[in-house]
């Protein structure tokens, strides 16, 4: 079994950056994509982004995807999210998330069956 645990977050000025962290222990070679979401109060749940371990790539979801690197250190097991110019309305509750090998062929959407507590960001104006 894998767990994931996100850390990082906190209250953050307007136009500051913040850098998340997302630890993964367990048996995390099983683990083939890891991703990132966010969910603002009373808003849907946001994809902001994938890492594909095969490939060592990364596809964004998020519109202004420049303000914002997926990265990974394979030797520690942890996903970092790097956010810059942050906005109040990045403020959201931010998400780790994994889906082992068979489910992460990036040809279509990883299920993400594995997910951490989340770690709060708030952004003021």
């Known amino acids: 079994q894998v767990q994931l645990v996100e850390s990082g977050g906190g209250s953050v000025p307007a136009g500051g950056s913040r850098r998340l962290s997302c630890a993964a222990s367990?048996?995390?070679?099983?683990?083939?994509?890891m991703a990132w979401f966010r969910q603002a109060p009373g808003k849907e749940r946001e994809w902001v982004g994938t890492r594909y371990q095969a490939s060592g790539g990364t596809i964004y979801g998020v519109s202004d995807k420049a303000r914002f690197t997926i990265s990974k250190d394979n030797a520690k097991n942890i996903l970092y999210l790097q956010m810059n110019s942050l906005k109040p309305e990045d403020t959201a509750m931010y998400y780790c998330?994994?889906?082992?090998?068979?489910?992460?062929?990036?040809?279509?959407?990883?299920?993400?069956?594995?997910w951490g507590r989340g770690t709060q960001v708030t952004v003021s104006s």
């Open positions: 998330a994994a889906e082992r090998w068979r489910l992460c062929d990036g040809l279509t959407p990883p299920p993400f069956g594995l």
């Open positions: 367990g048996d995390t070679r099983t683990m083939g994509c």
